[in-house]
């Protein structure tokens, strides 16, 4: 509880410059007409779009907001604001089963671009599993980047983990083979892997995660597998455009999205989530140890609007 009242309070923090951004401009809108009209529903519409939201989102979130408006025979622009928080949470429900690795003998492959912070979200994710109690193993398989390796034995020291590295330059696909017989002989119950980010040629990229999934397949079918893509929040449209791209070349099971703690572009969230369908299941906001978490999107949408969430 207390961790979670800090977490809500740094999100809170962080999501200012995307409240700024939206909400302010969404509060003017509320307070500045008279009328709920045509020109009323496109200026919202304009701040979602502008705040990243998307147009799939938005689009769905606005005729939403028209249908509860009509339904519930509303004329007050401000009467407004809670139908607007409540349509886009229900845009981005993760649901109860996304997290299902957790529990469950698994194996967790981390891929996404160059500096992204995938490194970085396994230490944090090892340090939260292995909180609850979790034997974690990590696989140093981003094998190409010098000191990469010592990166995440900095993380893996950090979180109280085991890690399990190659040379570099050596075969990720082998640092994989050897993670998971080292996984079996331990009996890990989750099995994270760190994978590079400079393989941005397509065909690289599905090459190397061709290979892993193979040995994956061949080596541990009995584990339960989650393909995580970690996207830079900071970077707006083109972190959508990055998870539509690993979605056409890998079984994406869910987004880590990063740096979310002083960007703008939160609203970036929403859009991947509509856009794509695909969950966005953890958010950092910072550099810690501390700063991931599940992604929630009522305590999201919550923070964004600044409005407290009874339970915390
Ligand atoms: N502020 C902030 N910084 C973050 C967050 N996540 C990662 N970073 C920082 O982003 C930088 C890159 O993180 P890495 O974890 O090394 O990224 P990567 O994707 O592994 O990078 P490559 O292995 O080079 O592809 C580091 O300085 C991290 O501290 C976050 O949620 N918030
Ligand atoms: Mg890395």
Redesign the pocket.
């Known amino acids: 509880m207390e961790e979670k009242k800090g977490f809500f309070k740094r999100l809170v923090e962080g999501l200012s410059k995307t409240r700024a951004n939206i909400v302010a401009g969404i509060d003017s809108i509320f307070s500045g007409f008279s009328s709920i009209d045509d020109d009323f529903y496109e200026e919202i519409e304009e701040i979602l779009v502008m705040g990243d939201l998307g147009i799939n989102a938005t689009t769905a979130i606005i005729e939403d907001l028209k249908a509860k408006v009509k339904e519930q025979k509303i004329k007050e622009p401000s009467e407004c604001k809670q139908l607007l928080i409540d349509s886009i949470k229900e845009q981005m429900d993760v649901g109860e089963t996304a997290y299902e690795f957790e529990n469950k003998q698994s194996v967790v492959l981390v891929i ?1 671009v ?8 396994v230490g944090k994710l090892a340090g939260k599993l292995k909180d609850q109690g979790k034997k974690v193993i990590l696989a140093a398989a ?1 094998t190409f ?1 010098a000191a ?1 390796g010592e ?1 995440l034995t900095e993380w893996a020291n950090r979180a109280g983990v085991d890690i399990i590295g190659g040379q570099e330059g050596s075969d990720p696909a082998a640092v994989v083979y050897d993670a998971v017989a080292s996984a079996k002989a331990r009996h890990a119950d989750v099995l994270l892997c760190d994978t ?2 400079r393989l941005h040629n397509k065909k690289n990229l599905m090459n190397e995660l061709g290979k892993i999934n193979r040995v994956l397949e061949r080596e541990y079918p009995e584990a339960y597998r989650e393909t995580l893509v ?1 996207l830079d929040g900071t970077t707006g449209q083109n972190a959508l455009a990055q998870a539509r791209e690993f979605s056409e070349i890998a079984d994406i099971t869910g987004i880590i999205l ?5 960007t703008a572009k939160g609203g970036i969230a929403v859009a991947i989530h509509s856009e794509l369908g695909i969950p966005v299941k953890y958010i ?4 810690s140890i501390d ?1 991931l978490q599940k992604f929630n999107a009522d305590e999201f949408v919550n923070a964004l609007f600044n409005v407290q969430t009874p339970a915390n």
Do not use: C, F, Y
């Open positions: 996404g160059n500096g992204v912070g995938k490194t970085t979200s981003d980047r990469a990166q590079a980010g970690v990063t740096k979310l703690d002083g950092g906001v910072g550099e700063d």
